[in-house]
């Protein structure tokens, strides 16, 4: 068996939760292979919406295996509290979630160091979602840092602390006066409900379930354009977001990866700084951002909006080896007269087809094709012949210009609301 993958390819927010949930049922092992929870992957069914940030989507699937991977970076503060939440919904995380104990912690000193660092950079700030993320990979590359294992040992208290300690030097160079304990509530709380958990050694447990004919779906959060290494550098994560970060993230070999789910939205958004070739900064922005409920899952943020941006849907596409794409939300778009996608750039006075090296200082001005809107059925859409027919025009061109079959559509949050262009999804 291989290791199916799916993952964002855009700035994040595409989706992801909703589509795993989807896919679920068709996998035995759902498992997350970087991120932290500055992922906010978002499902919807029977009428309650639920958040997850660090859980992977397919806990609310008996049966189905859910890992935490090597690759994510857990807070035990939030974790308890998604834990918490779900116990009290009645699901039982005990025989189903496994955490990998090279995952690394987010310790509350991460935090700090994460909010102290974006406020000294003012106008230049990334847009962190103020996790600890950022840190916490630091001391993870820096060989610093503490990992969900260590909690099994008698010193860990003393490894805390000396972390702990460290930070504070390092906090001491910025002029930040947050009492500690304003963000260590809680802390040695998530690190005793860690310690009941079902603790593995994950690459080992993953490559076993191959080897056994068991499928497994990789999920990835944040999106591709956020990777640490191909995406609009500074303005990224501090992981790598894309289909090469499973194998670091889970411990499987290339040879191991199969299909590559791309998902994608029928237009762009960002939250935070950085980049954004076709933002609308207009009533058109605004109209989409309200009719989306383009909002942050986790910080609550407003989100950028946008028309869709093809030379960096290609770009994804190419880096990760995507074989499928979903689309979500065309819902959003009902009613526009017409709808614009960029296929090209001007850049530096030429008109280019890719993604540049710097978008970041240089303008990459985008050129639009200009297509016929639609407008949805009041009462839904059921069925994938349902749709209007210039909707279905828009994907056979996406598909044209990418080269890569759309095989779902999603036209609202809920499950039912996922409609199977290719019959193998249908079910």
Not at 169 to 174: A, D, G, N, T
Not at 205 to 223: F, H, P, T
Request: with cysteine; hydrophobic share 40%.
């Amino acid at each position: 068996m291989k290791v199916d993958v799916l993952l964002g390819l855009q700035w994040g927010d595409e989706g992801k939760g909703k589509v795993v949930d989807v896919l679920a049922p068709r996998y035995d092992v759902i498992a997350r292979f970087q991120g932290g929870p500055n992922a906010g992957h978002t499902l919807e069914f029977e009428g309650i919406k639920h958040v997850l940030h660090t859980i992977p989507s397919g806990i609310f699937h008996p049966g189905k295996v859910n890992i935490i991977g090597n690759g994510v970076v857990i807070d035990p503060v939030i974790f308890k509290k998604e834990i918490d939440a779900l116990t009290a919904m009645g699901v039982d995380i005990s025989r189903n979630l496994f955490i990998s104990r090279k995952a690394h912690l987010i310790l509350p000193t991460h935090r700090m160091l994460d909010a102290a660092s974006e406020a000294i950079k003012g106008k230049a700030k990334i847009g962190s979602t103020l996790k600890g993320i950022g840190p916490a990979y630091m001391d993870k590359t820096g060989r610093n840092g503490l990992r969900v294992g260590d909690i099994e040992h008698a010193e860990f208290g003393a490894r805390y602390d000396a972390l702990v300690a460290k930070h504070k030097e390092l906090l001491s160079f910025y002029q930040f006066d947050r009492p500690l304990s304003d963000y260590e509530t809680g802390f040695m709380e998530g690190i005793q409900l860690l310690r009941k958990m079902n603790l593995i050694d994950s690459e080992y447990k993953i490559n076993d379930y191959l080897n056994e004919g068991r499928s497994v779906l990789a999920e990835g959060a944040q999106g591709s354009l956020l990777d640490i290494d191909f995406g609009s550098y500074p303005f990224v994560t501090s992981s790598n977001t894309i289909t090469a970060g499973t194998c670091t993230g889970l411990g499987v070999a290339p040879s191991k990866i199969g299909e590559v789910y791309g998902i994608f939205k029928a237009y762009c958004t960002r939250v935070g700084s950085g980049p954004f070739p076709t933002e609308l900064e207009n009533e058109t922005g605004e109209l989409i951002r309200q009719a989306g409920k383009e909002f942050g899952a986790t910080t609550g943020r407003p989100r950028r909006c946008g028309w869709l941006d093809l030379p960096a849907l290609k770009y994804t596409i190419m880096l990760n080896g995507v074989t499928k794409l979903i689309m979500t939300k065309p819902d959003v778009l009902s009613g526009f007269s017409s709808i614009k996608v960029c296929t090209h750039y001007k850049f530096q006075g030429k008109q280019i087809d890719y993604m540049p090296y710097d978008i970041v200082t240089e303008i990459a001005e985008p050129v639009y094709t200009e297509l016929p809107g639609w407008t949805l059925p009041e009462d839904g859409v059921h069925e994938i012949s349902d749709l209007p027919a210039s909707l279905s025009s828009y994907i056979d061109f996406l598909e044209a210009q990418l080269g890569v079959p759309v095989v779902i559509v999603s036209v609202g949050p809920d499950r039912s609301e996922t409609l199977a262009r290719d019959p193998e999804f249908a079910s």
